[in-house]
């Protein structure tokens, strides 16, 4: 069995008649006590000093410190003899908790306006030593030289010390902000607040069937929240499952180059309602060598064709290329045929492995595209086919709209996009 007073214990030195007003009601010890008086340091775990030209005691545990001349924390030793005249208060942006910024704004930098102000130097206790503890952390500067006007110092998680300028009537915030601190990095002395005035043993009835009904709207919130979250893991899973799906389909029209990115464009286009021969075989066997990629036909006109070259690119597409199907496709599909074909595509993903949206486009002027329309042919950007085939799959166009598109297409032939679509 141990007698001890109730956590927090706090000892409060020289604290103004208000500070004891402010406590009353607190759910610890506070013990009021006058400048000199002594008491043991192990029977309290919080020290507050308002004796604002005294030297603040060494203490084991935490301190709430307003004024002083002189304090040690950690391994430096403190003190604020020195005045600047410098007209500049502030609060640094960064390093301060959230709530302490709120309390420095309100009630600290309005409360000292005007100069001279005291501020604190310190000095290693030990020099030359660095024991790796955390600095302190100012929470108000003076001038642009920074002079420290206010500080927070957590040495280890059972010692912080709040050093505050001068009381000047405003305690409880500071109070109760450093408690919050110290609940959470020191919950053995400093236990929750407890919570009485909803206790359905002292509450009366309105309160008790208010804390019932949000008990009853709480419970219906974690259930719609549980089914929520199971809806969001099934369309999560339905995400992976399209984005899979899409990756091995639609999109390798922009992420691939070589026999994959034929096989792309051949999907792609029997999608629209193409007949597609695959043609690299074929003409082995019958020419001997590779001419044309792809040769495809419509269904809506009966004398149409196109030679198809399909050509990947890590960067622009290259106006030499062209040739590979202008040239030796058509004249041997003229030898065989008896006449040239009704049309040639050069079909390029360009720049495939950047970001679709941030590629250039592969713009050419009429001379550059002179080879294709010298054969009635375009040039066709796996992209603007991509746009086609969505659309298609989102019913904003048919498949007819883009065979009518693509079999009438000479030089540059792009898609046009519907309002909201990637350009």
């Not at 020099?127 to 952390?137: E, F, L, N, V, Y």
């Amino acid at each position: 069995m141990e007698l001890r007073d109730p956590a927090p214990r706090v000892a409060l030195v020289d604290a103004p008649d208000s500070v004891r007003q402010d406590l009353e009601g607190f759910a610890g010890t506070a013990r009021f006590f006058s400048d000199g008086e002594k008491f043991h340091e192990s029977d309290f775990d919080l020290y507050v000093s308002f004796h604002d030209k005294a030297a603040v005691p060494n203490f084991r545990g935490h301190r709430l410190v307003f004024g002083a001349t002189k304090l040690r924390s950690g391994g430096l030793e403190w003190s604020r003899t020195r005045e600047s005249a410098a007209s500049r208060l502030a609060r640094p942006s960064e390093g301060i908790p959230a709530r302490l910024q709120r309390l420095v704004d309100e009630h600290l930098l309005p409360t000292f306006p005007e100069p001279p102000r005291a501020y604190w130097v310190s000095q290693q206790l030990w020099p030359g030593s660095d024991d790796g503890r955390p600095a302190p952390i100012p929470l108000a500067v003076i001038g642009q030289e920074r002079e420290v006007f206010a500080f927070l110092h957590v040495d280890t998680p059972n010692q912080h010390t709040l050093v505050l300028p001068p009381f000047r009537g405003v305690f409880r915030p500071w109070f109760d902000a450093l408690l919050d601190m110290l609940r959470e990095m020191d919950p053995d002395n400093f236990p929750p607040e407890p919570d009485w005035i909803n206790d359905p043993a002292w509450a009366p009835t309105a309160v008790l069937t208010a804390l019932q009904h949000i008990e009853q709207r709480t419970a219906e919130r974690d259930q719609m929240l549980a089914e929520a979250n199971a809806d969001l893991a099934t369309l999560a899973g339905e995400l992976t499952t399209a984005q899979d799906t899409a990756t091995t389909g639609i999109r390798r029209l922009l992420t691939t180059q070589g026999p994959e990115l034929e096989k792309a464009v051949a999907r792609a286009l029997r999608t629209i309602g193409f007949t597609v021969e695959e043609r690299d075989e074929t003409n082995v066997n019958t020419h001997g060598r590779r001419l044309e990629d792809l040769k495809i036909t419509t269904p809506d006109k009966a004398a149409w064709e196109s030679l198809v070259e399909v050509k990947g690119y890590t960067s622009g597409a290259k106006v030499k290329d062209f040739a590979q199907v202008t040239g030796s496709p058509c004249v041997a599909f003229a030898i065989t045929e008896g006449r040239p074909p009704t049309t040639v595509w050069h079909i390029v993903n360009v720049w495939k492995d950047r970001n679709p949206a941030t590629r250039p486009d592969p713009t050419y002027n009429s001379v550059d595209l002179a080879p294709l329309l010298e054969a009635d042919g375009a040039l066709i950007d796996t992209r603007d086919l991509y746009r086609a085939l969505n659309d298609v799959d989102a019913s904003r166009a048919t498949a007819e709209d883009v065979r009518q598109s693509l079999t009438t297409a000479r030089g540059h032939w792009r898609w046009p996009a519907h309002p909201g679509a990637p350009k």
